[in-house]
């Protein structure tokens, strides 16, 4: 360690993590009571184990590059454009076909269906057939007898193309109009008016990044060929039903001929929605011309090189306000870097119109969203999903505003929040009417002390020439509910088997974040029966069938609802079973701690269930759920699209290095609304892997295309994601002590993608510290992600 390590080790607590009120991480919030224990108690609203808690630890826990492989089982590996935009002259594989276990090639002639793969604007090829459109785009596979032969012939296929000059970034895209989809203008009142008499105005300009999703599984696929051309696919998505419909389609088959089955996947974040996809059309392709089961796993650097990321965006705006800091106009042009097909970008472009308001009341707007075409990857679901470019523009305007105007950045959040009863309509028309921003916000700044604090901060530049403090408080209003409207809908299954044990299988798909535990909770409590009692399947199209994907945290609110409606069917059947035994109302019948009780009799779950068995009950169910009260015009963009808003809030406190533009994060406060918590230590956890997945975004992330649209970083050893040591000493989480006002399944809200948008707090308080060594009344002009470099040229 250098004697600049020390000081900087010294001025900001001690080293990564820090040791400044060492033991206040992770303190369970004072609204929670103790967890549960592992047997026994209610089964819903506690703090239960993830329900493959153990055989993931243990390396019990199935993943699909895990499961026995079928004799005369392949493996494929792809061929790759070197070449970023360009035609396609031809493919010379004969080296590869000389080389050890190799069996042959796959390439766009043998696709027996559409050579185009089943997107919604069907523009995206299987193969790359006459052009390239980026430097890893997949033209085809080798085919072989091991993964390793398969790779390295992969490699010594020779793909002749003739370059044509590529477009790298969006701001190139937008001024040749090069886009994947035609632009949306959103507008509300008269922006223009508004602009000339505003007391004061700002223009600027912003770049925000990208993000690889650096799942722990990277993508793969097993494709089994079985008897009257149906297929078997174990895949690692997020969305099996969309996968069983691209393979159906590359394979000219009906639906009906594939399954899909996921167990678990290692990680998904939005990687594995629709572009797990590709991997199991490509491994069904080549399982139908060699005629044996084709297993498909990019290896890390293929993954970066091939797979989408989050869009990076960039933004040219002009604001008007008053001198409280009140926004009195708004002109904002969003230019977001698509890549080479439209894939999910046209609703992920719509939901960052939708969050570009965030928790503020805009009066009179404009936005204008351009969805450029960009010989890069196709960019994809991440979670968040366009919320977190939407929300940090807002966010990087209301700071520059404080800054101008020479206030408590808080102060002016505070001034712009949406009301109550006025000043409560979004830009798109939806009324906000859970509104608990001022309450929550309030409370956050009283319990991290934060007017203290930022005192405190400012005591501290005042003194310390080189190592400056920064702190930010930002809120999070995100709408819950897929904006295509049509996905808000879930089906699941419920057996009662006759010893009393219980099976539930949804269309959701487990990655991790507690899905199936949450889902076990549910229907255990609407049976009245042990936790340890139900088990969750694998997601399955042979079972429920044209499932969304799980994604826009409506994992819970769909496939936990249905379940519970499922369950539900049984239980009523049981009740009315009971009634009549005992002459009493199947009302009067309840269900709770493995007993069903009339007001005649006690008995074992287990007992009535061997006995309903006996008398010709039902003892299975389905159950179906679609959310009430949304709708929208998918062309103006107005409407109601949520369901409802999830809310939170967090205070970051950081230092950064002047010298060097390191930088460090001190201190997190968090105060995070889910509703009624199914599972707190679940809730809790998605809350920091959000809020940190969210830090790495904002602060070391960094995806680097250089000018041919090679992706520089494409390994962990040129791309940094959070480690511990990023992770402060002092990181509280507490629960908002409110059920959800719309009627959801437990009282519950989602927490899946919210929490993550909290991290602009970490990136806000960065431009605070900035602030503090330039002078005073002038904004911040610092790109998204603030890497050393990019604190380097905002303090210029």
Avoid at 170 to 185: C, F, G, K, T
Wanted: charged letters at 20%; aromatic letters at 8%; one cysteine or more.
């Amino acid at each position: 360690m250098t004697a600049r390590d020390k000081e900087f080790d010294a001025a900001t607590g001690g080293g990564p993590g820090g040791a400044a009120d060492a033991g206040e991480r992770n303190l369970a919030p004072a609204t929670l009571s103790p967890h549960a224990p592992a047997l026994g108690g209610p089964p819903a609203g506690v703090s239960r184990a993830h329900e493959s808690a153990r055989a993931q630890v243990s390396g019990a826990a199935t993943y699909v590059d895990d499961i026995p492989e079928v004799k005369g089982t392949l493996h494929a590996a792809p061929i790759l454009s070197t070449v970023a935009h360009g035609k396609l002259l031809g493919v010379d594989a004969k080296a590869a076909l000389t080389m050890p276990g190799v069996r042959g090639v796959v390439l766009g002639a043998d696709i027996p269906g559409d050579r185009l793969l089943a997107t919604f604007v069907h523009d995206e090829p299987v193969f790359a057939t006459d052009s390239v459109q980026h430097i890893g785009q997949v033209i085809g596979l080798v085919v072989a007898d091991t993964v390793m032969q398969a790779r390295r012939a992969a490699r010594k296929v020779q793909v002749k193309i003739d370059p044509l000059p590529p477009v790298l970034t969006p701001r190139a895209a937008h001024a040749a109009r090069s886009y994947v989809l035609p632009p949306v203008i959103v507008r509300r009142g008269e922006p223009e008016s508004a602009l000339e008499n505003s007391p004061h105005t700002l223009t600027g300009q912003l770049e925000v990044g990208g993000q690889e999703h650096f799942y722990l599984e990277g993508q793969v696929a097993y494709a089994l060929p079985l008897e009257q051309n149906q297929w078997w696919i174990h895949s690692s998505t997020q969305h099996p039903g969309e996968v069983q419909h691209w393979v159906a389609h590359a394979l000219g088959l009906e639906n009906n001929a594939i399954t899909v089955q996921c167990r678990r996947m290692g990680g998904g974040f939005g990687g594995k929605e629709t572009q797990a996809g590709h991997l199991a059309v490509w491994a069904a392709l080549a399982a139908k011309k060699f005629g044996r089961p084709v297993k498909m796993r990019l290896d890390r650097d293929d993954d970066f090189m091939i797979t989408g990321k989050r869009h990076p965006f960039a933004y040219d705006y002009s604001v008007g306000f008053d001198d409280s800091g009140r926004i009195t106009a708004l002109k904002l042009a969003m230019l977001a870097n698509c890549g080479f097909s439209a894939d999910l970008s046209g609703p992920v472009a719509d939901r960052a119109v939708f969050h570009t308001d965030n928790a503020y009341y805009l009066s009179d707007v404009e936005i204008a969203s351009y969805r450029c075409k960009t010989n890069t990857q196709s960019h994809t679901a991440f979670r968040g999903f366009g919320g977190p470019q939407g929300v940090i523009v807002i966010e990087a305007i209301l700071g520059d505003i404080a800054r101008t105007l020479g206030l408590d950045p808080l102060a002016v959040r505070m001034r712009n929040l949406y009301g109550i009863e006025e000043r409560n309509t979004t830009h798109y028309q939806m009324k906000v009417e859970d509104n608990i921003l001022e309450p929550l916000i309030t409370q956050l700044a009283q319990t991290s002390d934060y007017a203290t604090r930022r005192a405190a901060v400012a005591q501290w530049n005042a003194a310390s020439p080189v190592i400056k403090r920064g702190i930010a408080i930002t809120p999070v209003k995100f709408g819950i509910s897929f904006t295509a409207t049509f996905f808000n809908q879930a089906g699941a299954l419920v057996h009662v088997y006759t010893d009393g044990s219980v099976q539930v299988n949804h269309g959701g798909t487990e990655m991790g974040q507690g899905l199936n535990t949450k889902v076990a909770q549910i229907v255990a409590n609407e049976l009245g029966v042990p936790f340890e009692r139900v088990r969750s399947t694998a997601a399955d199209t042979s079972k429920v069938p044209n499932a969304s994907a799980t994604a826009a945290s409506s994992g819970t609110d769909l496939n936990g609802r249905a379940a519970q409606y499922a369950a539900r069917n049984v239980r009523d059947n049981l009740a009315a079973f009971v009634s009549g035994l005992d002459g009493c109302g199947a009302g009067a019948v309840r269900f709770q701690n493995g007993s069903v009780i009339s007001p005649k009799s006690t008995r074992s779950f287990d007992e009535v269930v061997k006995a309903a068995y006996a008398n010709r009950i039902q003892l299975w169910s389905d159950g179906f759920y679609r959310t009430p009260k949304i709708h929208y015009d998918k062309v103006t963009l107005t409407g109601r699209p949520f369901f409802y808003f999830a809310y939170g809030a967090a205070c970051s406190e950081v230092a950064i290095d002047t010298l060097t533009g390191e930088s460090r994060v001190l201190k997190v406060d968090i105060l995070h609304d889910v509703g009624t918590s199914i599972n707190p230590a679940i809730d809790i956890g998605q809350i920091e892997g959000g809020f940190v997945q969210g830090m790495g975004w904002l602060t070391t992330e960094q995806l680097v295309w250089n000018d041919k649209g090679h992706l520089s970083t494409h390994a962990p050893s040129t791309y940094k994601i959070p480690a511990t040591g990023d992770i402060p000493a002092h990181f509280k989480i507490a629960l908002w002590p409110e059920a959800n006002r719309e009627d959801n399944v437990f009282g519950s809200k989602a927490v899946g993608e919210p929490p993550f948008m909290l991290a602009i707090s970490v990136w806000e308080a960065l431009r605070d510290a900035v602030a503090s060594a330039r002078p005073p009344g002038q904004p911040v002009a610092l790109d998204a992600p603030a890497t050393a470099e990019n604190v380097l040229r905002a303090l210029r």
